[in-house]
């Protein structure tokens, strides 16, 4: 029953994210909409009447002709806010630095941010084996506070059998209640499961879960196995789960951090002034030589005084061509920092079913670094369309409005994900397989008394 | 009585060797965590030192340019990192550490760390706050659990009664033995506190500092206080050491790691955050059409310079003595600013909603008081952030006046090419931040220490109803 409203509570907060930001696409969605409409009458007028004055073709690649490079919120949403309360989720992509268009993030209360969302992948880590430790942790060792352990044990069958059978009657149970209760979370959220590849996903999503439920099941029966009382079962339950969720997790980031040191976005922020500055300081110099490095944007062989656009983007492409081995080490930096900690992290179970739950409902940080790649792309896109404009003093034909660089997104399909996840399903199955045995083991000689 | 009963309490948990590995783990965990926050809040504090001077020397060698477009060139100020920060991070990674001040605009803070940390990074962090928080309520509940349940399982309990010792004296000496255990672990960790301190003060308010850091040991002393008389009528009035146990620690679970979590979420549906697509559209609008959404730009426009006029007592534009661009952009400057108070104050202050709601939640989870209590005596919550925000666009809009009214004064309307020598920039004082003390802080935890202060005469209730516990 609490089970069931906290499984509810992880349901209702994941459909709401979705709808918020649902809503927030619409909205942008209907301004983009709204600007293209304009600009579509504007070049119409032109066309028309000579004298109607066009902006430059650089001020339509910052600004009229821009749309947003969006993210779309997964089918799946209900069942996972992970890591989307935190990274963004559009970009107003233009022909300037990606530093101005990506440094706008969702505005949110930073305490929230800390705490963390209220999600089913929350449920499934962090509360879920605490039920079934609820309900399983006096398996054996209740039977031998009572007695009957004694009794039965005179019989002839496998003590294996019956206390493997006692705890798959309960492990059933609790496996049986989360996955209807899943599954009804997901069809009063809204997930479109009559359609098969989001039926699909969902069932790679309840695999998952069940995988991290049977993780729990033979730390359970190991600990059922050993423990001398029931107080002591529990608090060896109790421990592996703070172990497992809290302490290995908090303990791989702490190391994770002194060994490879986050690098420095703020020192990034007054590298890229320092080199802007330079290049702006170089004036004509650092035009020319942008020009020089891209002959193929000059059709007239010199960028005409007038051309202030042409200076600003030459100037801004000398800097951000300055700032790319910057940029790089940047990355490359975090790139070892974060496999490191995703190498570390197998150590939890915990950390690798988040990963995966999160991946499998499209709402992990791998995918916003895709989302990230893609932009990146389309960026290079923009800017090569509008360059060749801006450089070339072409004006924009309406026409040409249907062949603005359209934004490309495609979600992987779960045969993907679950490729790029095969790492952490190993990690996550390896201690099923050892624990199992071992527990396996421990159950054929449980003492009957301690 | 009651010193003997503790003594026997020290004295058997000493003997228990999973007590000694406990307790000397925890003490190295603590060590560990204070140095550890100390050196990431050193170098936090060094990053965005030397990124802020860096600046200013941008700022300052700009060279020869219109004050319009130093302006619009600005500069970036950086957070800093505040002396007791080593101890608990709170928001900091959550928040924005720069933000760009230039004309016309207050931006956002960008550059959160926490975007830039892997997945793990999110369940949690070791800082002795973590520590205070999960870590030695669990030793409390490991060793206050058996105190009476434990003694009514062996019999002695009954003993103790038949010999006439009063179940208040029993419940003291039991508290006062688990408290001198726990004071084993608390005393070298908050002394190393004090010396983390002193080592890291880098020209910190030194008697605020303190102040703060008293109040933080105060405050978890307290919470300590609080759990460990809970658990001990909890031990009393259970039937056996296993449901004690089950109990206390289903308590422990809720209260440290599910309801932070579920009561941020209640929170945000409760009082509920623009997007941010929302927001900059909602201060775009009122800046446009004004906020009363009948004064729109052009009619604020005219009305300046009709006033400009009126106090040179000229008939054109072109005949002031002063450039006219400049004081239209300092009018409309300022009327920018009204709408930013405007909306920036309305989601700060729903941010506060949010987090008083989390701290009445208290009433529920003690926990959630002394995160933020914790948070806020450190100076690492929402509230210090929103006064550096509201310090850095005060210090904006100075720089912004400061650059509008020596192009109006030195120039005349329409002269936009014309450039201020080099030397002008370093003329406006650099950004220095002043932290806000102490009475600053607690301003916004009134509801925290409101409901410690429940929690705390909840015990002591408790602690004087002792007589009625069903001791055998």
Not at chain 1, 303 to 323: F, H, I, K, P, V
Not at chain 1, 409 to 433: K, M, N, S, W
Request: charged share 15%; hydrophobic share 50%.
């Amino acid at each position: 029953m609490l089970f069931a409203l906290i499984a509810a509570y992880g349901a209702w907060n994941g459909r709401q994210w979705g709808r918020f930001q649902e809503t927030t696409l619409a909205e942008l969605a209907q301004a983009d909409a709204k600007r293209l409409g304009a600009l579509d009458s504007l070049l119409l007028r032109a066309e028309q009447d000579s004298t109607v004055l066009l902006p430059p073709a650089g001020a339509l690649g910052a600004s009229f002709a821009t749309r947003h490079a969006v993210l779309p919120v997964p089918a799946l949403a209900v069942l996972a806010v992970g890591a989307s309360d935190l990274h963004p989720y559009y970009a107003r992509v233009s022909v300037r630095s990606k530093a101005s268009f990506m440094a706008s993030d969702e505005v949110e209360n930073p305490h929230n941010l800390l705490a963390g969302r209220f999600d089913l992948v929350f449920v499934v880590v962090w509360v879920l084996p605490l039920l079934l430790i609820a309900l399983t942790y006096n398996t054996v060792t209740g039977e031998r506070d009572q007695g009957t352990m004694a009794l039965w044990r005179a019989q002839p069958v496998p003590a294996t059998r019956v206390l493997l059978a006692k705890l798959g009657v309960r492990a059933v149970f609790v496996l049986g209640l989360a996955v209807v209760l899943l599954v009804l979370a997901a069809f009063v959220g809204g997930a479109p499961l009559a359609d098969p590849a989001v039926a699909l996903r969902f069932l790679a999503w309840l695999s998952v879960v069940a995988l991290y439920a049977l993780f729990w099941l033979a730390v359970i029966t190991i600990v059922n196995a050993t423990a001398r009382s029931s107080a002591a079962s529990a608090v060896l339950l109790l421990g592996s789960w703070l172990i497992v969720v809290v302490v290995v997790p908090a303990t791989v980031s702490a190391a994770v951090a002194a060994v490879y040191p986050s690098p420095s976005r703020v020192a990034l922020t007054t590298e890229l002034r320092a080199a802007s500055d330079r290049a702006a300081a170089q004036g004509d110099t650092a035009v020319n030589q942008f020009l020089a490095d891209h002959p193929e944007m000059l059709q007239t062989g010199t960028l005409a005084a007038s051309n202030s656009w042409g200076r600003t983007l030459a100037t801004q492409e000398r800097a951000n061509d300055a700032m790319r081995p910057v940029y790089a080490a940047f990355d490359s930096a975090l790139a070892r920092q974060h496999a490191a900690a995703g190498l570390a992290s197998m150590l939890s179970p915990a950390v690798m079913a988040q990963e995966a739950l999160q991946d499998v409902a499209d709402r992990s940080l791998a995918r916003f670094r895709y989302f990230d790649g893609a932009v990146d792309r389309h960026h290079q896109a923009w800017q090569a369309f509008f360059f060749q404009r801006v450089f070339g003093e072409r004006p924009m034909r309406r026409a040409e409005l249907a062949t603005l660089p359209a934004f490309a997104f495609r979600d992987r399909t779960i045969g993907e994900v679950l490729r790029e996840q095969r790492g952490t399903l190993v990690a996550l199955l390896l201690p099923i397989l050892v624990l199992s045995w071992l527990g396996w083991r421990r159950l054929a000689t449980v003492a009957v008394h301690t | 009585m009651i010193a003997h009963i503790a003594r026997k309490e020290r004295t058997e948990m000493w003997r228990d060797g999973r007590f000694r590995v406990a307790s000397v783990a925890l003490l190295l965990l603590l060590m560990v965590a204070l140095l550890t926050g100390l050196t990431a809040s050193r170098s936090t504090a060094q990053d965005h030192e030397s990124a802020q001077n860096a600046m200013r020397g941008f700022w300052v060698n700009q060279g020869a340019k219109n004050p319009h477009s130093a302006a619009h060139y600005g500069l970036w100020v950086f957070k800093p990192s505040l002396p007791l920060s080593f101890a608990d991070h709170g928001v900091d990674a959550y928040t924005g550490v720069t933000t760009w001040l230039e004309a016309h605009k207050q931006n956002e803070f960008t550059r959160r760390p926490a975007m830039d940390r892997p997945n793990v990074a999110r369940f949690g962090e070791w800082t002795a706050a973590a520590v205070l928080q999960l870590l030695v309520p669990l030793l409390i509940v490991m060793l206050a659990f058996p105190a009476f349940a434990g003694e009514r399982d062996t019999g002695t309990l009954r003993q103790l009664a038949a010999i006439g010792v009063p179940v208040r004296t029993l419940m003291l000496g039991k508290a006062a033995g688990i408290a001198s255990a726990l004071a084993v672990v608390l005393i070298p960790a908050t002394l190393l506190g004090v010396a983390t301190l002193w080592l890291g003060a880098n020209g910190g308010r030194g008697v605020d500092d303190l102040m703060r850091f008293a109040m933080l040991s105060v405050t978890y002393l307290l919470y300590f206080a609080v759990l460990l008389v809970l658990a001990l009528v909890v031990s009393a009035r259970s039937r056996n050491v296993r449901t004690a146990l089950v109990l206390l620690l289903g308590f422990w679970t809720l209260n440290s790691l599910v309801a932070p979590r579920a009561v941020a979420d209640l929170a945000r549906q409760v009082y509920p955050t623009p997007s941010a697509v929302a927001f900059q559209a909602a201060m775009q609008k009122d800046i446009e059409q004004g906020l009363d959404g009948h004064n729109p730009a052009d009619a604020r426009r005219k009305a300046v310079e009709a006033q400009a006029l009126r106090e040179y007592r000229t008939v054109s534009l072109e005949a002031l003595p002063v450039n006219f661009d400049a004081i239209a952009m300092q009018a409309s400057e300022e009327y920018a600013n009204t709408v930013f108070d405007h909306h920036f104050g309305a989601l700060y202050d729903r941010y506060r909603a949010q987090n008083t709601l989390t701290q009445w939640a208290g009433l529920v989870s003690p926990l959630l008081a002394v995160r933020s209590l914790s948070m806020g005596l450190a100076g690492t919550d929402v509230e210090q952030h929103r006064h550096f925000a509201v310090q850095a666009e005060l210090y904006r809009r100075g720089l912004i006046k400061w650059s509008n009214d020596y192009f109006r004064d030195n120039t005349r309307t329409g002269e936009w090419d014309w450039k201020a020598p080099p030397e002008l920039w370093a003329k406006y004082p650099p950004f220095t931040y002043e932290a806000p003390l102490l009475g600053h802080a607690l301003g916004a935890q009134r509801t925290a220490m409101l409901v410690l202060g429940v929690w705390l005469l909840l015990s002591l209730g408790l602690l004087v109803r002792a007589p009625a516990l069903p001791v055998v």
